[in-house]
């Protein structure tokens, strides 16, 4: 199995996210394994690669997925690339497991225990 796109830091998190501009949506839409082996989180927005939109877009689902204020997010590499690396600020363990919570859970569409 590969590592996941992100890395405790001692400031935070170092997340690498592949950026999917003009998505339809604002979203976390999981992990992707590249061809490279490398592993990325997928993030989706409505936003246009224009003017810095789509990474301010992409910064916003991550706060808000994170529920951290947006100046704990920041772009650091690949700021016209479609490979991106962010740095969030906070508490790396806590940050990781929370991704890991997001990107994990059941699949989508996926009954519940019950049957329901």
């Known amino acids: 199995m590969s590592s996941p796109p992100w890395r405790v830091t001692p400031t935070g998190l170092e997340v690498r996210v592949r950026?999917?501009?003009?998505?339809?949506?604002?979203?976390?839409?999981?992990?992707?394994?590249?061809d490279?082996?490398?592993?990325?989180l997928k993030v989706r927005v409505r936003a246009a690669p224009e003017d810095?939109?789509?990474?301010?877009?992409?910064?916003d689902?991550?706060?808000?997925a994170l529920g951290l204020p947006a100046s704990?997010?920041?772009?650091?590499?690949g700021a016209t690339a479609r490979i991106k690396l962010?740095?969030?600020?906070?508490?790396?363990?806590?940050?990781?497991?929370?991704?890991?919570?997001?990107?994990?859970?059941?699949?989508k569409g996926a009954p519940s225990k019950d049957g329901a």
């Open 19 to 34: 950026a999917t501009p003009r998505g339809g949506r604002d979203a976390l839409d999981g992990i992707e394994i590249r």
């Open 36 to 40: 490279d082996g490398a592993s990325v």
């Open 52 to 59: 810095g939109a789509a990474n301010a877009a992409i910064r």
């Open 61 to 64: 689902v991550l706060r808000r």
């Open 72 to 77: 704990a997010v920041a772009l650091a590499t």
């Open 86 to 107: 962010f740095r969030i600020a906070g508490d790396g363990p806590v940050l990781a497991a929370r991704l890991d919570a997001l990107t994990h859970g059941p699949p």
